[in-house]
């Protein structure tokens, strides 16, 4: 049983036949993944061949117009193999942050190729000398997610005097730049190479100095979508990836898997039965508003129109909730199999703590309900939550 991979799937331009071996590759690599604590290159370029990382390029650069919704079904898809490439391939919508660099730098940047591989770390903006033409750039930034396979990045920087309304300051650099640190240790997502970057003295050129979330210099759907509603999307559809891949377990032993005590199997206890009806239940709801919402502001946005305040913060709240949702379905899941799931080679103990570091995120956390509710009762919310 695999209710997500049913659906949608049609409308996706990607080939089916290639898309499933390439995922049971991934089931397969989950240890390799892990141990080395990235994701291997060569899967890296699969997604490439695949056009995922073209899915936000113009399509005037090269990109294949993909729709947020398809993009989104995709990395729910590869999440279900392994969450920390999930994590990983969700950065394929990153190009999206080149958006307000001048369109002359874009066409520089994809005169090669529009499956470039771009990859930051924002957080903390570290200040910035201005000199003639441009900047020079020292500091170090935590969580750049997928910098090992990365062939540009951008780092967070401030420049005295400047103002950008909230929205971070971003220096975009080849990755020779940057030094990668591998610093991260973590009990979930622990193949998502969020190592810390390393920038020092590096001069970065004005037509590489972008506002995260401004205007795009080019006209085009997938630039025009919000870019923080939709960062915060591809990390919710991890963590709903990885708890169907936790269902899904839980029904593959639910009827060879035998009690030590001699009780009867999973599949024929009550409270089993009881617990995956609402697991169930619980998903395919946040599944369905999440969508919903992705569909009705992408087809706003490409008519042309401004997405109004209030469907920005169902963006925001659905993948929250839906973040939410899929971590408390998989812990589910890992109760009601007992002791089985806490063995560290079992994959619920996998599910169980990638669930629970996506829930964690800035993007997901408890903060981002509070901006919700300040939507719904008129204040303002913090800078850059409808960016």
Same mark, same amino acid.
Request: proline fraction near 4%; charged fraction near 20%; hydrophobic fraction near 40%.
């Given at each position: ?6 659906? *949608? ?8 036949? !290639? ?38 390029? %113009? ?29 990983? !391939? ?11 660099? %001048? ?16 990859? @930051? ?24 997610? @997928?910098?090992?396979? !990365? ?18 300051? =971003?220096? &975009? =650099? ?67 990836? &990885? ?39 619980? +998903?395919?709801? #946040? ?12 087809? /706003?946005?490409?008519? @042309?129109?401004? +997405? ?10 659905? !993948? ?6 899929? #971590?408390?379905?998989?812990?589910? /899941? ?5 002791? =089985? *799931? ?41 800078? @850059?939550?409808?960016?």
């Amino acid at each position: 049983m695999n209710i997500q991979s049913n659906t *949608g799937i049609d409308a996706l331009p990607l080939d089916e036949k !290639a898309f499933v071996s390439h995922l049971d590759d991934l089931r397969e690599r989950r240890d390799e993944f892990r141990d080395q604590r990235y994701i291997s290159q060569d899967v890296i370029e699969t997604w490439q061949a695949f056009g995922l990382y073209r899915s936000f390029v %113009p399509r005037q650069l090269g990109g294949n117009g993909m729709q947020a919704a398809d993009f989104l079904r995709y990395i729910e898809r590869i999440s279900e193999a392994d969450g920390s490439a999930g994590w990983v !391939a969700s950065f394929g919508f990153a190009s999206k942050y080149l958006s307000s660099l %001048p369109s002359e730098t874009l066409n520089k940047v994809y005169s090669e190729s529009p499956d470039l591989v771009f990859a @930051g770390a924002i957080y903390p903006p570290q200040p910035a000398e201005k000199v003639e033409g441009g900047v020079k750039v020292t500091g170090r930034w935590k969580f750049g997610s @997928g910098c090992m396979g !990365a062939s540009l990045i951008g780092v967070g920087i401030s420049v005295k005097g400047g103002e950008y309304g909230g929205l971070p300051m =971003m220096a &975009v =650099m080849p990755t020779e730049q940057v030094t990668i640190e591998q610093t991260w240790d973590t009990i979930g997502m622990t193949a998502t190479g969020s190592h810390d970057l390393v920038v020092k003295d590096q001069f970065v050129p004005d037509e590489f100095l972008c506002v995260r979330g401004a205007a795009p210099s080019i006209e085009d759907t997938g630039y025009l979508y919000p870019s923080l509603a939709m960062a915060a999307q591809v990390l919710a559809v991890t963590g709903s990836g &990885v708890a169907r891949a936790a269902i899904d377990h839980v029904l593959s032993v639910a009827h060879s898997s035998k009690s030590i005590t001699g009780a009867p199997s999973f599949g024929d206890r009550q409270n089993v039965q009881i617990h995956l009806g609402e697991c169930e239940a619980k +998903l395919e709801s #946040a599944r369905a508003w999440f969508y919903d919402r992705t569909r009705v502001a992408w087809e /706003c946005v490409d008519a @042309g129109e401004e +997405l109004s305040r209030e469907l920005n913060m169902q963006l925001r709240l659905s !993948a929250s909730h839906l973040a939410r949702t899929g #971590a408390d379905v998989t812990r589910t /899941c890992f109760e009601m199999t007992g002791t =089985m *799931g806490i063995f560290n080679a079992h994959p619920l103990s996998r599910f169980l703590t990638d669930s629970m570091v996506t829930a964690q995120h800035a993007f997901l956390a408890e903060g981002t309900f509070m901006n919700a509710g300040k939507v719904m009762v008129g204040h303002d919310q913090m800078p @850059g939550y409808d960016a």
